[in-house]
Structures are given as structure tokens and as C-alpha cells.
């Protein structure tokens, strides 16, 4: 079943519940993540969700604003494309923006072909790829921002997907760092929000990981380091996993120190 899209909506609903009582000025207050605002946060979050309708849709305007940021970042940066592709949107106009525009995007993406490929900044992906990684970059920003807030997020059981997209990408942890990839996959149990068992085991492997799924999401997604959970980690390849996971394309980054980023109350 292609259940991705409802996921996704599902991640964006909790966030816009979270801030829509916020002023224009509370959209200024910076977040444990780089010091961004959450007007860069949201800001950013749109933006990438206008692409990825672009892509979704086919047709040349993908490509041209590809072409546009990869020549941007050649003397500047994302977050200043990022500034000019938003000509001056902020507060609660962006906010409402944003979260107008991905309903549409949930929409498009419900009626669209999972196993449809589409272009991407890197190499195409499918659909269901794509919506997915809407799914992670949304949940993992916005753990931001339930931080900034004091607010413990009940997660859902669609998190599944993130904790996936995390195993799906052990191999790209190592290939991105120019690192050899071990020869087994650590297994990996984890028990989801619901209380269910998720399990991807490797008999192979002496390693393992066991512990809270969310948990395991704020790892693969660097918005927690590794020492800041009560996951098992069991082996020496779990434990080099574990503290450089990435499951998001892009250049190499490095995952939060301990202690950073973790709920301001």
C-alpha cells in the first residue's frame, strides 16, 4: 500500500498544530539546529516541498531551479538562494504558505504512480522515495522545533519510514565519507511508538542495535547524538554507525556534539 503521502500529512498537521498560535516575532527565535530561525526553518522546509512538486510534476521548471541553485551555491549558499527564492515571505504568511502548499503536495503526490521516477538533486528516485524523504526532512526539522517549544512530541507509527530510510542508507554513511562499507549490516530492533516490535535482523552480524524507534530516527536524522539516547548499541561497526549515521543526501555532515540540541525546558 502507498501510504506515504498520508504520512507525510500526518508529520506536517502535527507541526503546523504545534505553531499556529505564533506571532510574526516568534518566528525570529532560533532553534538548537545552526541557530536557524523559524522562519530559515520553515522557509526551508517550503521551499524543498515546491521542488519536490516541480519534480513530481515533470516538465522543465525542476530542472531550471536545480541549475539556478547549483550555480547559487557556487558564491553563496543555500540559506542565501533560499533567501531570495522566498523574496522576503516570513512569520505567519510563510507559515500559512507552507502549510497550504503541502496539503497540495500530499494531493499530488496521493495521485501520483509510487514507482514513478523523478528527478531529483542527485540521482532520480521513485515516488514513493521521494515522498519519503518529504516524510524525513519534515519530522526531523521539526524536531527543532518541538524543542524550542518544551514540547515532548508523541511520535506515530509512520516514523517507520524515517527508521527505514535510516537502514536503507548505512552503506551511504560510509560511501559518502569515502570510507569502505562493512561487510554486514548491524541488525536492528526497535520498538515503534505504538509498543510494536520492528525488527531487521542479520543473523550474519555480531552486531545489533535495540532501543526506542524514535530514537533511532533522531540518530539516522543527526537531531540527537547518539550519547543523548538509551539505544543498545552492541558492536564495533553498530557503534561507528551510530555515531556518524546520515540518512539524507547531500555532503557529509557531522552529527550533534552530546548535550546539544536535546527538548529546552
Known sequence: MF????????????LFVLVKSLSDADFERETLFKSWTLNRLFGHLHMW????D??????????????????ELKT???????????????????????????????????????????????????????V??????????GQAVFDLMGVERQDRDSI????????????WTYINRKLSVPDQRPSVHL????????????????NAIKGSATEFCQVVSQTRNIADTSLDV?????????????????PVETPPAPGDRRKEV
Not at 516541498?49 to 519536490?52: D, G, I, L, R, T
Not at 513530481?56 to 541553485?69: I, N, P, Q, R, S
Not at 505567519?92 to 509510487?114: C, G, I, M, Q
Open 3 to 14: 501510504t506515504q503521502p498520508q504520512d507525510f500529512e500526518e508529520q506536517n498537521q502535527d
Open 49 to 52: 516541498n515546491w521542488a519536490a
Open 54 to 71: 516541480q519534480s513530481l510534476k515533470g516538465g522543465d521548471v525542476f530542472g531550471e531551479f536545480a541549475t539556478d541553485f547549483m550555480a
Open 76 to 130: 553563496g549558499s543555500m540559506a542565501t538562494y533560499e533567501a531570495k527564492w522566498l523574496k522576503g515571505l516570513k512569520g505567519r504568511e510563510l507559515l500559512e504558505t507552507w502549510w497550504d502548499y503541502s496539503r497540495t503536495l500530499v494531493d499530488n503526490y496521493a495521485a501520483a504512480d509510487p514507482k514513478s521516477r523523478v528527478k531529483w538533486m542527485g540521482p532520480d528516485m521513485s515516488v514513493r522515495s521521494s
Open 132 to 141: 519519503t524523504a518529504r516524510i524525513m526532512e519534515t519530522w526531523s526539522h
Open 160 to 171: 517507520k519510514n524515517i527508521a527505514v530510510l535510516g537502514i536503507n542508507t548505512f552503506g
Open 191 to 206: 520498538v515503534a511508538p505504538s509498543g510494536e516490535n520492528w525488527d531487521w535482523p542479520n543473523p550474519e552480524s555480531d
Open 234 to 250: 552492541k558492536g564495533a561497526v553498530a557503534e561507528e554507525w551510530m555515531a556518524s549515521a546520515q540518512c539524507f543526501a547531500g
